[in-house]
């Protein structure tokens, strides 16, 4: 099946929220909650894949005709590309009854290992979720990173505890954007958001590469440098959470501008292609995140799906670096955007 086939397909597998888009822009499923909508205003999603949009890339073929190398490292790991599937919850849901996120992270997780990429594995009030995320991931090597819910300190413990039991997973995250959640909100003490002493505690703790999820401003990121992030994802969850924000394609160039250089970057949220990849590097990016988008792939065809759905988007990214000049992924940089 190829990427339109698999599309298609998609619409008779998926529940009533997600409509399998040709382009996932946020749109039709708007205020759908639940679903892969966003809280009111409801134009949160939408706005992050319009921003990307706005950004114009600069060709340039005057230069060297050298192979592109689209190839990432993080933590001491080669990738084969600078993408990760962002972490998703509750998919029965959300998308539809075909999967539940056990069965989800066991397909994602070695698809993506034998794709030379990672998947974020998501959490929830369930706590075989992460459980067994980690053991898919322990039986691929590592290759995954599971993140966790701001809960109280005792309960991140408990679950960091099990992570460290298994030797090769080599990160661990934390999707801050989540504090308002409710289950969250009821849970005492200390669930929801967390001081940067109370981040740092539990950094210390994880003994390894920690990844801070929903770094939105100039201020976040500096605080998670100061908590002793290894790494940050600029994400406004899509807007499930708050609605009524900018999207991380503004917020982006400002935070890089701020902390470049003194942690890993990356950056989720509207990223549709594989030029939105680009633009996403010459911001200031190291890496990016895609979650919404999959979903349709993996619900009509597996790990095939996600394969094909790969293949679209690397290729794009590999072809948009050949036609600006930039033939790895540390010659991209704002030169090679352009900004109306």
Not at 2 to 13: K, P, V
Not at 174 to 180: E, H, P, S
Request: with cysteine; aromatic share 8%; charged share 20%.
């Amino acid at each position: 099946m190829d990427y339109m086939e698999i599309l298609t397909a998609a619409r008779g597998e998926l529940g009533p929220h997600c409509k399998a888009c040709p382009v996932c822009n946020g749109l039709a499923c708007a205020n759908l909650m639940p679903g892969p909508g966003c809280k009111p205003p409801g134009n949160a999603a939408a706005r992050n894949y319009a921003k990307w949009q706005e950004i114009c890339v600069n060709m340039d073929t005057l230069c060297e005709n050298r192979p592109t190398d689209i190839s990432f490292e993080m933590f001491g790991h080669t990738f084969s590309a600078p993408v990760f599937i962002a972490p998703l919850g509750a998919v029965n849901m959300h998308y539809g009854d075909k999967y539940d996120d056990l069965r989800y992270n066991r397909l994602l997780v070695p698809a993506c290992a034998e794709y030379g990429i990672a998947a974020f594995t998501g959490d929830g009030v369930d706590p075989a979720v992460m459980v067994n995320a980690a053991n898919d991931m322990e039986a691929c090597g590592g290759m995954g990173i599971p993140t966790i819910k701001p809960w109280n300190k005792e309960f991140v413990f408990e679950k960091l505890d099990y992570l460290k039991s298994k030797k090769d997973i080599f990160a661990v995250a934390m999707d801050v954007d989540g504090a308002g959640l409710p289950f969250l909100k009821a849970m005492n003490p200390n669930a929801g958001s967390k001081s940067v002493s109370e981040m740092r505690e539990i950094i210390e703790y994880a003994g390894g590469p920690f990844i801070i999820k929903g770094i939105m401003t100039v201020a976040g990121a500096r605080k998670a440098v100061e908590a002793g992030a290894s790494g940050i994802v600029v994400s406004n969850h899509g807007g499930r959470v708050q609605g009524g924000v900018p999207s991380t394609a503004e917020v982006l160039p400002a935070i890089a501008d701020a902390v470049k250089g003194q942690l890993t970057i990356l950056v989720d949220g509207g990223i549709r292609s594989g030029v939105d990849i680009f633009r996403a590097l010459a911001l200031g990016a190291d890496g990016v995140l895609i979650g919404r988008p999959v979903v349709p792939f993996i619900y009509a065809a597996g790990a095939e799906g996600l394969r094909v759905y790969l293949d679209k988007l690397l290729g794009e990214l590999t072809s948009t670096m050949t036609m600006c000049g930039t033939p790895t992924l540390a010659d991209i940089g704002r030169d090679n955007i352009f900004l109306p």
